[in-house]
């Protein structure tokens, strides 16, 4: 994982971020639709709305709210052959892939195309030459493998492991700039564990997942294949990666590890210092072959997994040096080169680690590959045509909402002194809201593209963004920077910044619904609102101080009363079972039912504070109470694969969304009185296995 997503699986946020981005142009426009790009809507995806005839009348709200607001529709829309999950937000994802599409399809087509037009412009059409990638093969990747292949001594594999980080391709481990801890006003370069291929360390050694690693092998060996390998070197080569890989599962953290303490990315050290911990890896010539300063101190995150690199080096034949970056080279790759690839890419990491039927279409993939190389440029594109101005200002109002009922709830929380009251009041007053897109644009010059090669095109982007990442080492944080693309359907906190960051794509129904009713957009984006703030108060967001920097506000007697009550919210989750033998991880998932739990009875305050003098005349039969929780229910709308089911209960801090939708409702006296709950039913947690925390 890159660093920011890393952190957002610790610390808060709700979905990858991309690597930030160190300089920015002139003030954006306002995003009125442009004269160059037009947008037919008639060829887009709709977004799902709450309708009060999906709820299905033989099921109960008191028993499972999900099952209540949302069975209906899952019998009407199974998992389409191209995805592992199905929901509201997929349904949104695809209206913006939809819109991007015309976008890029109008990039490519103007010949005077310049800045961002021309960069999505030359991904696009190269992404779409097929005939022309088909042709090349594995040609693109022959300058790499090559130097793979040069490699025949200890001193030349550090040399390769710097040269081809330098050039954003270090399959090893990660280094990329964040703030830092301590002082979140300044960038610091952060080395962070990395060189596997599944999704945790568990894949590596536990029996129920033998499967998934056994097809990894098989993979392993297919690839080496189409690489140039005969059929019986790249088997014995793949065992020899797996040994590799294995190895390296035995010094990582797990994510339950990593999600669960955030100051395990923080490990301050000199280069000098870090040069004697790992004696065959010289950060000192790391730094000075990646083009820039060597810095006074940088984190050497996980230090133990870099100690076993360095003894690698030294006691790994070369032989396995070369076959494990040979495959990682081409794995890769492969989602942007030949038909063979692109199939064995498929095979495994979508059909059998996640259950995906048939690959996405070409476009999509395309789109994917822009979003992930030039996500904030094509964004620059999307809210040109698809973000309404006034879209912006009534979320800046919810926002402001939602705050003032925070501010309530931490004001009246009875468990909590006022000493440590105080300092989270400082946290609430500075709180920075991002909404829509970037108040600067991302400067892209310097990013040379052309439509000779997509492969060439992706590793130009993606040697620029590390090197843009880089370069912001040492120097001051940029605050007007976004994690996310505007086009993004998800949100997410930063606690190094104390903001909260609503992409354009988001707010959009079920979520945001400018022709609904107060009650279902507080249930929808003003949940969201509500579970980005309450980010900054979840077991790790507390320890960041109204700065961002890392620091202790809280009394010991208030630390040990939240982590009581936080521990009841982890057994609550525990006993969630997924599928028959597959619990929740209670402990991996804290952070996000923290969010989920407080964001929600925060938005349900700032309803009632909206609507309080206003009737409450029931729609099509139901209260406004009613409305709040089915629309919360309808945003947790999703389905998945067995196998995806499996990935994301072993590796993913957010639980799945089943329980979301009935984990904190179930914790709320309001959600029990809205539907008329007695003691006792499933869905009505009182006395001790009741959760409050803020």
Known sequence: MLLPLAIAAA?????????AAPAASPAAP?????AALTLDESKLPQPVRFA?????PAKSACDNLGEYANSKWFAANPIPGDRSSWGVSDVLAERSLAIQRQLAEQAAGDAKAAGVEKLVGDLWASGMDEAKIEAQGIAPLKDELAAIDAVTSPEQLGGYLRDSAAHGRNVLFDFSAEADFKNSSQNLGYATQGGLSLPDRGYYFDADKRDKLEAYRAHIGKVLELAGADAAAAKKQADAVI???????????????????VALYYNPTSPAKADELTPNFSWTKFFESQGVATPKMFSLSMPGFHQEVSKMIADTPLETWRAYLRYHTVDGASPYLSAPFVQESFEFHAKAMRGQKEPKARWKRVLGGIEDQAGEAMGQLYVKVAFPAEAKARTEALVQQLRTALKARIENLSWMSAQTKQKALEKWASFTPKIGYPDKWRDWSGLATGRDSYYANVRAANEF??????????KPVDKTEWGMSPQTVN????????????PAAILQPPFFDPKADDATNYGGIGAVIGHEMIHGYDDQGSRFDPAGNM????????????AARSQKLIEQFDGY?????????????????????????????????ATADAPDPKTDGLSRDQRFFLSFAVSWRDRYTPDLLKVLVASNPHAPSDFRAIGAPSNLPAFAAAFSCKPGQPMVRDGDKQVVIW
């Open 11 to 19: 610390v808060a946020a709700c979905a990858k971020p991309e690597s």
């Open 30 to 34: 306002a995003p009125a639709a442009a």
């Open 52 to 56: 009060a005839s999906d709820v299905d």
């Open 243 to 261: 040994a590799f890989e294995t190895r390296l599962a035995q010094v990582s953290l797990s994510s339950e590890q990593l999600s669960r303490d």
């Open 465 to 474: 963004n590390y090197k843009w990442s880089l370069g912001k080492i040492g």
């Open 491 to 502: 949100a997410y906190y930063n606690p190094l910044q104390n903001e909260v960051v609503f």
């Open 551 to 562: 620091a202790n506000w809280w009394t010991p007697a208030d630390a040990k009363g939240f």
């Open 577 to 609: 079972e997924a599928a028959p033998g597959l619990k929740v991880n209670g402990k991996l998932t804290l952070g996000e039912n923290i969010a989920d739990l407080g964001g929600l009875a925060t938005a349900y305050d700032a309803m009632r504070l």
